[in-house]
């Protein structure tokens, strides 16, 4: 019984930053679940991150992502200053889930908590700070090319801080839903020539029930098999979204920026993921991303240890909904 065939598989990566003029290093640990090969991330650092019960607690304390606050409290890369375009602003996450885990936002001189009151210039901006987030991480490590845009909308999706930011997130490898995503995607394309994604979209298109928009620049679908309730899931009809012309990269974020403000609008409190596929050398997916409502409490046993969604909104009555939005603000 001296050598059962079990292995235990971990490994770790560092993030730094530095925040005062003092150097922090986070290790990452990355174990694969003996059980059921399901990747789990470890940050002990990240105990240590102030936690607000409430949310009267956020809106009462001072923010850290305001100009009068940001640049004492938050933390900027070891070999140079924030990344910082008008009035976006990106920097290291303070308890970072990643070796290159940042975070984003959109307009540090106002306090802006919502889309609605960001304006379209101020995203824009934002986006493409991401493109100069992505050059870097490659510049320093060719082999991050898996840029994730991440998004906790309102506190009871996760959001920390009530001033409107995102999480962008590089990556080496995916593991969990999008990373089986991305090894059925490769598979398909070995066996097909062909994107999974496309194929699927097409499909949907043909079906229509589950259809919002089809665009020049996109499509917009409600999912045949939703993670989350009333979530909706968009491809760009581009190998990457920073691989279109500026016209065209322009047009598809005026039409993303309407889409979030009219699901918080709708819905308040949401996720988002956003996989680009910019950096890959030979992708074989196109860009995806996915929006969820999230209520209070809404996580069940199911979720946490079963790695299955539940929801209770069928897509088609979601696409339907969302299909009215979106033709009454002429998307």
Request: aromatic share 14%; net charge neutral.
């Amino acid at each position: 019984m001296d050598n059962l065939p079990i292995t235990l598989e971990s490994y770790e990566v560092e993030n730094r930053y530095v925040i005062d003029h003092e150097l922090h290093i986070h290790k990452i640990e990355y174990r694969r679940d003996p059980l059921t090969d399901v990747w789990v991330r470890i940050n002990k650092n990240a105990s240590k991150k102030p936690r607000k019960k409430i949310r009267e607690e956020i809106e009462d304390s001072p923010c850290p992502f305001c100009k009068e606050n940001l640049f004492k409290e938050t933390p900027k890369p070891t070999d140079f200053d924030r990344f910082l375009s008008y009035r976006s602003i990106a920097f290291p996450n303070k308890y970072p889930y990643a070796k290159y885990h940042f975070v984003l936002i959109p307009n540090y001189e106002e306090h802006i908590t919502s889309f609605s009151k960001l304006s379209f210039e101020d995203f824009y901006n934002s986006i493409l700070l991401i493109r100069e987030i992505g050059e870097y991480v490659v510049s320093k490590d060719p082999e991050y090319r898996y840029l994730l845009i991440n998004l906790n909308k309102g506190f009871y999706a996760g959001a920390s801080q009530e001033h409107l930011h995102f999480q962008v997130i590089i990556e080496k490898d995916l593991h969990g839903t999008i990373g089986n995503f991305i090894r059925k995607s490769e598979k398909y394309f070995s066996e097909n020539k062909r994107f999974l994604i496309e194929d699927y979209m097409e499909t949907e298109r043909k079906i229509g029930k589950r259809l919002i928009k089809e665009d020049k620049n996109y499509t917009l679908i409600s999912p045949f098999a939703p993670f989350r309730n009333n979530e909706i899931m968009g491809m760009v009809k581009s190998f990457g979204m920073f691989f279109m012309a500026d016209i065209k990269l322009k047009e598809f974020l005026k039409d993303f920026h309407r889409i979030l403000i009219k699901y918080e609008e709708r819905f308040e409190n949401f996720n988002m993921v956003f996989l680009d596929t910019s950096l890959l050398k030979e992708g074989k997916t196109l860009p995806i991303f996915r929006i969820g409502q999230r209520f209070r409490y809404d996580m069940g046993f199911l979720e946490v240890y079963h790695g299955e969604f539940v929801v209770n909104v069928p897509p088609e009555e979601t696409a339907e909904e969302f299909r009215r939005i979106v033709h009454d603000t002429s998307l």
